[in-house]
Structures are given as C-alpha cells and as structure tokens.
C-alpha cells in the first residue's frame, strides 16, 4: 500500500475522473436518502477527504491481511489465535478510538466555525486524556490477559498462540492511543493526507518484518505468531513517531495553538468527555460484541474459526471504503452544521453514499467473481478455500447494507448527538447477538451466521434514517 506518490503525482487525473464521474447526476435509488436535492459540499471535497482516510483505514486492513496470509499458511491454530488475539487486542483501543471521534467532532466544529485558536487547545486536552488511558489499559492487557483468554477460548491450541501473540502486541497499545487521536485531529481539520503518510510507514513496517519475523528470514529469529505480533507492534510505534514530527513541523507555526502550554480547562475536558463518552461506550460495546461473534465461532470448532479468520480478513478489505466515507460523513455533517447549513445534511449524506458505492462496488463484484481464488491468497489448502467461498459471498452482501447503515450512523455522530447514536446502535446490537446466539446453535454452517452483517447493515441504516428524519438535532451545540 504505497499510495503517496499516486496522489501526489495523479492529483489532476483525480480531478478529472471526479469531474467526469457519472455520480455528478443524482441516482434515483438513493431519492429517500435526499439525493436528490442540493449541496454546497462537491464530489472533489468529499474524495479530499475520504481517500486518504481510505488508505488510512488500509494501514490495519494491510496488517491484518498480512498477518491472515502469512500465518494461514502455517495452519487454522494460527490463523484462529491471530484473529481473537487481535481482537481482545483492539477491544480495549475502541476505548481510545471513541474518545478521538469526540475530538474529531469538536476539531471539525471549530474549523468550520474558524475558531482556529481553540484546535491546539482540543488537542493537549485530548492529549492528557489518552496518555492515562493508554497507561490503564496496558496495565489490565499487562495482568489479566491470560485469566481473560482463557475464560473465552475453548481450544487450548488457540489460547497458547493467543498468549503468544498479546505478549507483544500489548506494549502497542499507548502508541495506538495516540494514532487515534493524531488521525482525529487531521479529519477534524479536513487534511488528511497525513494519514496516508502514516499508513505507507505502517504497511511498510509491517509486511517487511513480518515476512522476516514469522519465517524466520534475513538472519532474524523465526517467531511465527508472535512475530507477527512484534512487527505490528514496531508498525503502530513507527506512525506514532512520524505523526508526533509531522506535527510539529507543520503545525506548530500555525495559528491552530499546537505545541504550546495551556491551562487546563476543566469546562473543556467535561465538554469534551460530555461528547466522547457516549461514543466510547458506543464503539466499546460494538467491538465488544463483534469480538464476541468470534468467540462464538470458536466454540464451532477450529475450522470454523479458520474459515472465519480469512472471511475477516477478506471483509475487513471490503468494507474498508465503508468506514472512511462514513468518517468523511461524520466530519461534513459537524462541519456543515458549525456553518449554519444544518439544511444541508440529508443531501450531503446522499452524495457521500453515492460516491461510497462507486468505490465498493466493483471490488465486491471482483470478490464474487473469483472467491476461491482470493480464498486461495490464504491457504495452500484447496479443500479448506473452498470451504471459505460462501461466506465470502455472504459478506459481498452485508458490505453494500454496511455502507448505508454506517453513513448514517456516523451522520448521527456528526450532529453531536453521540448519545443518540449510542441508544441507536446499541438496539441494534442486541438484536445482532441474540440472532448470532441463536444462528450459532441452530446450525453448523458458518456462512449462515455470518448473514448476522446483513442484518446489523439494514437495522442500522433504518433506525439512523428515521432518527435524522423525525428527530430534533438541528440545533445541537457542542
């Protein structure tokens, strides 16, 4: 994933392709999400910001595919043990990851308001929040990670290279806190290329040490799982040093207040928690939940948890351009709100999703056309791929519903409301884990409980349309 010099290079191409896009013209299936009626926001702004969120989201979208297609060769125990491992791992982030979404919000408001002098003071705020966080949270990765695994994983084979991988990746965890927040700062303030940058270092990082790590080549020690625990880890700490110099070389002279001393306000750091706390919880219960729809698998049994692994992976690659226009959502619709043209929200949610889906939908076409082979990138096992080849199908689906479901979602976040789209998704959520719950003892067939996607896509999408559409948000301060 080396896109830098694309963007900088093809930066006119871009232009012109978004020029002549046939996306211009309103499509009639996306009349009811107000497509059809005016916005001052362009095709070109929502790709300045939602492509190099894109490549963004791609830097742990590459790490997981990296780690999927190099230990997937090494058997299903790897491959089920990386994907829960990583899992536990990324549900104590969501911590941080929801406070940032606050801080995007807020950042965002106050470009758009051009209170530039406040942004600096947002982000040491968010600063002092995360460093305590981040510290917390390696403390409980730190002792309880093997009581905790070993209550959730029923596979010995699974819990011992589980232990294996989180011994590592633990010590990632302060440094991914800051990589949350750096990235919510450059959404808020609509500069994203940043992000980009970042994530080319990541991959970079990640993919070279992996393949040096896990096989043992280039006169390094052959570690397996834990090695490719160990190049993440060097992975998330080498984004966290470029962001830190980035952003004091570029920022630190400007009128944005970034690098200097300022009284702590405690208004501030309440309005601020006032805003991300509910998204905190959020996104904590929605990986929560999502880590344990992997549990369940797991009690399946070790192929089930291997077929699933690689649909993870393969997912995760999808829905990839679903999660950075839904970002691209949240920011526009803060944005616009902080410029008094709170009007314009259904239409600009609906050229966002329209651009969403000339994005995603060739690469599910792809995907659909050829799973045996992309399953194939995975294993060596062509039995075990074909195996893999209905739930990718299933999942070529639930992405098209997670694109609508999520853009409004997110466009919910976006008004301020974040205690709202808290209510909203957590409905949601029970009813995906009862229905995985049930999914899981009714039947063996893995790819009928991966239809619970299909179903959170639609739920979601529905409850956030008609919350936008009767609801009173309009005047939400923050």
Known sequence: MSPVEAIVAHGELQKTVLARSPYQEPIKIFCIFGADMKTHITNREIWGIALPIMLGNMAQTIINFTDTAFLGHLGVIALGASMLAGLFYFVFTTVA????????????????????????????????????????????????????????????????????????????????????????????????????????????????????????????????????????????????????????????????????????????????????????????????????????????????????????????????PCFAFSTTTNTLVSRIIGEGHSGQVFPTIGKVLKNCMFCTIPVIILVAIFPVQIAGIYTDDLDFARLVVPSILVICSGTVLQCVGNAYFEAVSGTGNTSAALYLESAVLVVYILFIMAMTYLTTRVELVWTAEILYGALLGILCYLYLKFAKWGGKRI
């Open 97 to 320: 990851a929801g406070f940032a979404v606050g801080i995007q919000i807020i950042v965002a408001r106050r470009f758009g308001e051009k209170n530039y002098g406040r942004i600096g003071i947002i982000f040491e705020h968010g600063a002092i929040f995360v460093t305590l966080l981040g510290m917390a949270l390696f403390s409980i990765l730190y002792f309880f990670s093997d009581q905790l695994l070993l209550r959730l994983i029923d596979s010995p084979n699974i819990y011992e290279a589980s232990l294996d991988y989180i011994r590592y990746r633990q010590f990632g965890i302060v440094f991914v806190c800051f990589n949350f927040l750096y990235r919510a700062l450059y959404v808020g303030l609509s500069n994203t290329k940043v992000i980009t940058y970042s994530t080319v270092i990541m991959a970079v990082v990640n993919i070279v040490l992996d393949y040096c790590l896990i096989f043992g080549h280039c006169g390094l020690p052959q570690m397996g799982i834990a090695g490719a625990a160990l190049a993440s880890l060097c992975a998330e700490i080498s984004a966290c040093v470029f962001f830190t110099v980035y952003s004091y070389v570029t920022l630190r002279k400007k009128e944005y207040g970034m690098f200097r001393f300022h009284r702590l306000e405690t208004e501030l750091m309440g309005r601020i928690l006032k805003i991300s706390t509910p998204t905190m919880v959020q996104i904590l219960f929605s990986f929560s939940v999502w880590f344990v729809f992997f549990v369940l698998i797991e009690k399946m049994g070790e192929t089930a948890t291997g077929i699933s692994s690689i649909t993870r992976s393969v997912y995760m690659i999808l829905i990839t």
